[in-house]
């Protein structure tokens, strides 16, 4: 009651932020007519004045109504455009670091060149981020007129772009480029060897386009650069035997959720049959060292319980072939990542293909927090602005319309059955059609589109049908969806970054049609009729009433809804929309439509009869948001997994560019031998012990392995009163002088080059074993819960332990590889073995394997194949042949996979024999 009679004595929060900027407007109309009397020169002139008073000391802040004016008045002479004062409150609101909420046809593209030129005159770029390569190239392009107008660079990353160009366009003061891109840039970045082979500059500030859909609906799919890993097909015949030994009490299994997991006892049974199959030595399958054992349990178990031979895959050609949910198409060259689609290969007895590793991997949450200012530009975002608040710190602030919205938004009509549904659709259809009405049919699917599609074939209704597949195709035809008598069925993805226009789109049919005329005269006699048509079509399209939105159901989450209702009445034109729903949708199917349904019955609801009520439209409401709340606490809860490796991911990025920065390492190496050393003596001769319970053959193998040395510790040990720091110091002591040894071969110019390599290359390999492990361990430790134990709490913990762990054997394979390496005999040339390694970007589409699970597709981006990035040597130093292994000689045993057998001849794991940690 008090926040109500608040709110109407003093305005929401919303509209008292809003009015406090009605004077930076002010100031801003104020210099229009100034800069409106200067010529062309003298406007371009403008951005070396402002960079000036930047220079000498002002802040952005001074600089909005000089900044913003300018921009309005070069948007007048090169567009033709200007900017309407809501637009200038917009702009205000990006650079403020906020969300701005505007209606379809507001013009965000064009309140975005106010913020943008603003910051970009600070000389430290601004990313301008889409959704599409289309929308990129064309506000590059469209857009760059302005900034170019003003001297500035603008540049665009769109896929297949060159390094050098890449590296041009993030150089230059504006950069347009899409969420994928910017991404998988700064990815491939960090696995760069030199600082000038990066192309990013350090971040600045971004403005992110459709901000909604990037940082909410895609938020859970990370960007993947992924290699193929280690050979693993034993691992996952031999599991995949285990499985049909479970009995049911041994899983718990959700269909709905598209999960399974092991029970407590089963989890018991399951290590049991791997400790009889001999495939668990030592240890539980909780252990650190069986985390890979407990990957390959769970993957098939999934593969076994969830997945359906002819429904969910089908065998073709010795290949599992994913089959798509909803086309029932057949995917090839898609795979389940996370080794689903290994275990499915192993159930059905084919040939198991090679496993792809991350090599590296962000989400777009943590991706973007990564600016030191962000923004974002959206028609809805009013319903997610406590996610945004939370995750990202932005606030959403609603910038008014420019005129008044006039369109009619219907209530709800809720029929029984979907086949009265889609009559009730059929008869508004032939209504608007009648009217010479344009109508847009909103759809959830691609598939309940085709549906529809086919409904109105049948009755020879003719229509366009919108997917995004492609995306220029797209942009026309939802552009000239707005012609009278038009219909368009378009899903939820469809119509972003294009207005639709009552009458039609100008500028798309000018470009469509008299892009080939050559001649001028006849040009603009066919742009004249084009425009002329346009304007006698417009006035059709209003006499019908505008833009008809009609839904075919409602979505999950009701800023998609407000979308696609958005669509029509914009910048004050007529409009209307009514959502039409059936009792056997899956949003009131999920709400209880059973007991609704026999009561409706029971009232004498008629067939082709609706429930039309206000009172719908709440309930509704309240169930979508409902499920938007709990969307949103998954996103949450997974993203604090992943802000633990985000934590990891920070420290060696970091990590590799201040190598990179450094003219040598050799204080770093030092300190890292030090390290190795102490740890080595800690470990083979303990502090307080008796020289009986020191292990010198092992501190003897440990020198030969780590150092290279073969030092004559056994006699160090016999001799009277030595103590374990006399050893500790006599092994550095001789470790100093090979590695001086060395430069003073080498050339200490070379020698200070291959540290930093070596380093750059070790510190590669290992933190793609590390994410390995953590992607391990985050799906195994969901069991811990059956113990009463917090498994977020538990996966930091260990998390950190193998952190720590990884950096030990940075260290370690650093030492022991510059300890080895040689010159070769033929030439003055390093030997550093890195053998080649294909990668792929991608996409983890999680739609793939069901709501439960976080695994997708390797390699595979939404609508398409993965990407092949360009090839890049790998670091993992290559084993030696075996008729080179001398099991008494670590020296002669290379680089040995932790997995494999030791080569000393144990018969143990080499990570559990001379690989141990410690």
């Known amino acids: 009651m008090f926040g109500a009679l608040a709110k109407r004595l003093f305005g929401t929060a919303n509209e008292r932020f809003l009015k406090n900027l009605d004077s930076t407007v002010t100031a801003i109309n104020a210099l229009e007519p100034k800069l409106q009397e200067m010529d062309d020169e003298t406007l371009k002139g403008q951005t070396a004045a402002l960079r000036q008073r930047l220079e000498a000391g002002e802040s952005l802040d001074d600089i909005i109504p000089d900044a913003f004016a300018t921009v309005r008045e070069a948007a007048r002479r090169t567009l033709g455009q200007r900017h309407y004062d809501v637009q200038l409150i917009g702009g205000i609101v990006l650079h403020q670091g906020k969300i701005a909420e505007m209606k379809t046809g507001e013009g965000k593209t064009l309140v975005a060149t106010l913020a943008v030129y603003l910051n970009a005159l600070a000389g430290k770029g601004v990313h301008v981020v889409t959704v599409n390569d289309y929308l990129a190239r064309r506000d590059a392009e469209w857009m760059g007129q302005i900034y170019r107008f003003l001297g500035l660079t603008v540049g665009c990353i769109v896929h297949g772009l060159s390094e050098e160009e890449r590296r041009a366009a993030y150089a230059a003061d504006v950069t347009y480029g899409t969420n994928n891109e910017f991404g998988f840039d700064y990815l491939r970045d960090n696995m760069k060897f030199r600082l000038e082979d990066m192309v990013q500059r350090d971040f600045n500030f971004a403005i992110v386009d459709e901000v909604d859909s990037i940082l909410i609906d895609e938020a859970r799919t990370p960007l993947i650069i992924s290699g193929p890993a280690e050979d693993s097909s034993e691992a996952y015949i031999g599991v995949n035997k285990l499985i049909p030994n479970l009995v049911p009490d041994d899983f718990e299994k959700d269909e709905k959720a598209r999960s399974v997991t092991f029970t407590e006892t089963g989890a018991e049974h399951m290590e049991e049959l791997l400790r009889e199959a001999g495939m668990i030595q030592d240890g539980s399958l909780f252990d650190i060292q069986n985390v890979s054992l407990l990957h390959h349990a769970n993957q098939a178990l999934r593969a076994h319980q969830l997945f359906q031979r002819d429904t969910d895959y089908i065998v073709k050609d010795n290949k599992v072939v994913i089959i798509d949910e909803f086309t029932g198409r057949?995917?090839?060259?898609?795979?389940?990542?996370?080794?689903?689609?290994?275990?499915?290969?192993?159930?059905?007895?084919?040939?198991?293909?090679?496993?792809?590793?991350?090599?590296?991997?962000?989400?777009?949450?943590?991706?973007?927090?990564?600016?030191?200012?962000?923004?974002?530009?959206?028609?809805?975002?009013?319903?997610?602005?406590?996610?945004?608040?939370?995750?990202?710190?932005?606030?959403?602030?609603?910038?008014?319309?420019?005129?008044?919205?006039v369109r009619v938004d219907h209530d709800d009509e809720v029929y029984r059955t979907a086949n009265e549904k889609h009559t009730a659709i059929l008869e508004q259809i032939?209504?608007?059609?009648?009217?010479?009405?344009?109508?847009?049919?909103?759809?959830?699917?691609?598939?309940?589109?085709?549906m529809l599609s086919g409904v109105l074939k049948k009755e020879k209704i003719k229509h366009q049908v919108l997917n995004a597949r492609f995306h220029e195709q797209e942009a026309f035809i939802i552009a000239q969806a707005g012609v009278p008598g038009a219909v368009t069925i378009a899903t939820n993805m469809a119509g972003r970054g294009t207005d639709i226009q009552l009458g039609g789109n100008v500028e798309m049919r000018i470009s469509q049609e008299a892009a080939d005329i050559q001649d001028e005269g006849a040009r603009g006699k066919k742009i004249a009729k084009i425009e002329e048509e346009v304007a006698a079509a417009k006035q059709v399209a209003l006499d019908a009433g505008g833009l008809y939105v009609i839904s075919s159901e409602r979505h999950e989450s009701r800023r998609i809804d407000n979308q696609l209702r958005g669509r029509s009445g914009r910048q004050g034109d007529p409009g209307a929309s009514k959502f039409f729903l059936s009792l056997e949708d899956d949003l009131m199917r999920i709400f209880g439509s059973d007991r609704m349904d026999s009561m409706l019955q029971k009232l004498g609801l008629q067939e082709g009869e609706a429930i039309v009520h206000a009172w719908v439209n709440k309930a509704l409401e309240k169930a979508q948001q409902k499920v938007e709340a709990r969307h949103f606490e998954g996103r949450k809860y997974l993203l604090k997994y992943d802000d633990v490796m985000n934590d990891q991911r920070k420290v060696v990025f970091e990590q590799r560019k201040d190598l990179m920065r450094a003219e040598d390492v050799r204080d770093t190496v030092t300190e890292m031998r030090e390290e190795v050393i102490k740890s080595m003596v800690e470990r083979c001769v303990p502090a307080?012990?008796?020289?009986?319970?020191?292990?010198?053959?092992?501190?003897?193998?440990?020198?030969?392995?780590?150092?290279?040395?073969?030092?004559?510790?056994?006699?160090?040990?016999?001799?009277?009163?030595?103590?374990?720091?006399?050893?500790?110091?006599?092994?550095?002591?001789?470790?100093?002088?090979?590695?001086a040894a060395k430069t003073a071969n080498f050339g200490p110019e070379m020698m200070r080059g291959l540290e930093k390599q070596i380093l750059l290359l070790v510190l590669d390999r290992q933190w793609k074993d590390h994410l390995l492990s953590l992607d391990h361990l985050r799906q195994g430790v969901q069991l811990r819960a059956y113990g009463q134990r917090d498994p977020l709490i538990e996966y930091k913990r260990e998390a950190f332990d193998l952190f720590e762990n990884m950096l030990a054997?940075?260290?370690?394979?650093?030492?022991?590889?510059?300890?080895?390496?040689?010159?070769?005999?033929?030439?003055?040339?390093?030997?550093?073995?890195?053998?080649?390694?294909?990668?792929?970007?991608?996409?983890?589409?999680?739609?793939?394997?069901?709501?439960?699970?976080?695994?997708?597709?390797?390699?595979?981006?939404?609508?398409?194949?993965?990407?092949?990035?360009?090839?890049?040597?790998?670091?993992?130093?290559?084993?030696?042949?075996?008729?080179?292994?001398?099991?008494?000689?670590?020296?002669?045993?290379?680089?040995?996979?932790?997995?494999?057998?030791?080569?000393?001849?144990?018969?143990?794991?080499?990570?559990?024999?001379?690989?141990?940690?410690?």
């Open 688 to 739: 307080n012990a008796y020289s009986e319970q020191w292990q010198i053959d092992s501190l003897h193998e440990e020198s030969m392995r780590l150092l290279g040395l073969d030092l004559p510790v056994k006699d160090w040990a016999d001799e009277e009163g030595i103590a374990d720091q006399e050893i500790h110091d006599r092994i550095a002591a001789a470790a100093n002088q090979r590695m």
């Open 809 to 918: 054997e940075v260290r370690e394979e650093t030492i022991s590889l510059l300890s080895r390496v040689e010159l070769r005999p033929s030439a003055d040339e390093v030997v550093v073995p890195r053998p080649e390694q294909e990668m792929h970007e991608g996409r983890q589409d999680v739609a793939l394997v069901g709501a439960g699970a976080e695994a997708g597709p390797e390699g595979a981006q939404p609508g398409g194949q993965g990407q092949a990035a360009p090839s890049r040597q790998q670091p993992v130093a290559s084993r030696a042949a075996a008729a080179q292994i001398d099991p008494s000689d670590p020296a002669t045993w290379g680089r040995t996979p932790r997995n494999a057998p030791c080569p000393c001849g144990s018969g143990k794991k080499y990570k559990h024999c001379h690989g141990r940690l410690a």
């Open 430 to 450: 032939r209504d608007c059609q009648e009217r010479k009405q344009p109508v847009l049919v909103g759809t959830v699917s691609i598939e309940k589109s085709e």
């Open 330 to 405: 057949m995917m090839e060259g898609r795979r389940y990542s996370e080794g689903l689609h290994q275990a499915l290969e192993a159930k059905e007895g084919v040939q198991i293909q090679q496993e792809n590793q991350t090599l590296a991997s962000i989400t777009f949450q943590n991706y973007f927090r990564l600016y030191p200012k962000l923004a974002g530009m959206t028609g809805t975002a009013m319903t997610e602005a406590t996610e945004f608040q939370e995750t990202y710190s932005l606030e959403v602030i609603e910038i008014p319309t420019n005129v008044e919205v």
